[in-house]
């Protein structure tokens, strides 16, 4: 009998921990309740205010249940169109200019200059916030949508870019050497061995993007950058929880609809 | 293969006719679409406003260089009330994702017919809408501050961990599963031995990827009221404190490049 086998006998069998080396893992649950602890002392919550207000979030959510659609009909439907408009505009222009630099930024296409460039740019606009980009263009282009499409374009490119350069870099090379091999030009050899083989990944990107950009524009009216937010906002700080549950059960709907329509162009490009 | 005869020999093209007649509708269609959205950005827009950009891109720039440095020591408690929001917004998120999730997986729910479609409307729901606009309904209703902010963050991560968690499930290898079951486990305990330890280390992923998420999305709660750094924010913007704007801004890089970091590092380790 083996000595591993002896050595396990008779003992009554325990889970293997998450963690195996017992230092670390004691060392990460006593830093978690030192954290907590921390935490929890700073934090405040006025449990009295909050007491108060679970009045008004039932009424909110009851509010969900007879949600107003039409006394502010007009407001709704121009703020969601608005919302649409710059969420189709912004994004056929972020994934037009982010084609070229998702290009740029794969390594096996591009030389390293290039690559510097587009992948800083790729950081610049993944690092900052939709919102905060929204408060400067808003500041520099003044109120309305064109601030908003802009906001929503620059962060396509930064999402769209960086995950097309990842899949151009783990492509099949062979394909494109093939290509290559047969004399044809950079763009050619582009159009013909690199883009079949991203395609379907671009077009699921650029759905789920599509998406993501609807829900972001919902949040943009909130400074003044176009769209839905800025009638939600009123609606919220009227207190017309009706109205608020209306704008956001279209939302959601719009959300959904979108989801199903990516799953279906999804898989029928792959 | 669609070929095209040309002086008695025959292309290679890529399309049939019919096939690049149906190509190029729809690229026209789409151009179409674009004409008339952007017609309407457009009509909405002040373009005195838009000719004027550079200059004032450059006026702000030359008021928020260089930043306030001194500003930093009043930034410690609103980063400290960030990390917090992030941080136990997370945690609570994934304590209301964990049931959700298994009640959304097909091969752990109790019933595909009724409980599996609310799991998935929870899941939507809370996905759908940004926490900003979470944050903006629960201060109305418990009132501004750092606790409305983890409320919000919470309320919003449930969809994200929620789904990622129950698509773990579900390509989890039923195998294991059945062999704790023959050993006469019960229901609770084919939970624990059979099914946690596959999901763990993708649900030791999520959380992580959805802290780093969190981190980004509770700098600007402030803007709304919801504590921390944005609320720093939002009132050097209302004073026009360019030089704390910019400060502010970097503060902001910084920490989301650390939680990337982080979050990559921990990752990284896990899978």
């Known amino acids: 009998m083996s000595t591993e086998l002896e050595a396990i006998l008779g003992k009554t069998w325990r889970r293997p921990p998450f963690v195996t080396n017992p230092m670390l893992r004691w060392g990460l649950l006593s830093a978690f309740c030192a954290y ?73 296409i591009a030389p390293l200059p290039v690559y510097m460039i587009c992948r800083g740019i790729v950081a610049i606009s993944r690092a900052l916030q939709e919102i905060i980009v929204a408060i400067l263009l808003v500041a520099i282009f003044g109120f309305g949508p064109l601030a908003g499409f802009l906001t929503l374009s620059f962060a396509t490119i930064g999402f769209l870019s960086k995950l097309l350069a990842e899949d151009i870099e783990s492509m099949d090379r062979s394909q494109a050497e093939a290509v290559r091999a047969s004399g044809a030009r950079w763009a050619q050899w582009i159009n013909y061995g690199v883009q079949p083989q991203v395609m379907p990944r671009l077009v699921g990107l650029s759905i789920y ?13 909130l400074v003044g950058a176009g769209g839905i937010g800025a009638t939600l906002n009123t609606a919220f700080d009227r207190y017309e929880y009706d109205t608020a549950a209306a704008i956001l059960i279209l939302i959601i709907v719009i959300v959904m609809a979108l989801e199903y329509i990516s799953g279906i162009v999804r898989a029928r490009v792959q | 293969m669609p070929v095209k005869h040309q002086n008695g020999t025959d292309i290679w093209r890529r399309r049939t006719t019919k096939q690049s007649v149906a190509h190029s509708a729809m690229w026209l269609t789409g151009l179409a679409i674009f004409a008339v959205c952007w017609q309407q950005i457009s009509n909405a827009t002040t373009w005195f ?92 209703i418990i009132g501004p501050g750092v606790f409305a902010g983890v409320v919000a963050i919470a309320i919003r991560s449930i969809g994200f961990c929620a789904k990622l968690l129950y698509e773990a499930i579900e390509e989890i290898d039923a195998v294991q599963v059945e062999a704790i079951t023959a050993t006469g486990a019960s229901r609770w305990q084919v939970m624990a031995y059979g099914i946690v330890p596959q999901i763990m280390p993708a649900f030791a992923g999520i959380a992580v990827f959805r802290w780093d998420i969190n981190i980004r999305e509770s700098t600007v709660l402030g ?49």
Do not use: H
């Open chain 2, 223 to 271: 803007l709304v009221g919801a504590g921390g750094i944005g609320l720093q924010l939002s009132s050097s913007l209302n004073v026009l404190a360019w030089p704390q704007v910019s400060l502010i801004l970097l503060v902001i890089l910084v920490a989301v490049v650390i939680s990337e970091w982080v979050s990559a590092k921990v990752r990284g380790a896990i899978i």
């Open chain 1, 209 to 221: 993007r599509l998406d993501i950009n609807f829900r972001e524009s919902a949040i943009l009216g």
């Open chain 1, 36 to 108: 907590m602890v921390a935490a929890y002392m700073t934090i405040e919550i006025n449990w009295s205010r909050v007491y108060e207000g679970l009045d008004r979030g039932g009424q909110f959510i009851l509010a969900f249940m007879t949600p107003d659609f039409v006394s502010r009909a007009s407001d709704i439907w121009s703020g969601l169109l608005e919302s649409i408009i710059i969420t189709v505009a912004a994004s056929v222009v972020g994934i037009l200019i982010s084609i070229p630099i998702g290009l740029g930024a794969a390594r096996n």
């Open chain 2, 49 to 140: 406003f838009v000719w004027d950009a550079p200059r004032i891109a450059s006026d702000i720039w030359t008021r928020a260089t260089p930043p306030r440095w001194e500003y930093i020591s009043q930034l410690g408690r609103p980063i400290w009330d960030t990390l917090n929001i992030a941080t136990l917004g997370t945690l609570i998120s994934l304590c209301l994702a964990v049931p959700v999730a298994f009640l959304a997986a097909s091969n752990t729910t109790p019933s595909r017919l009724f409980i599996r479609p609310i799991a998935l409307l929870i899941i939507v729901a809370t996905r759908s809408i940004n926490s900003l606009i979470w944050a903006l309904l629960l201060i109305a």
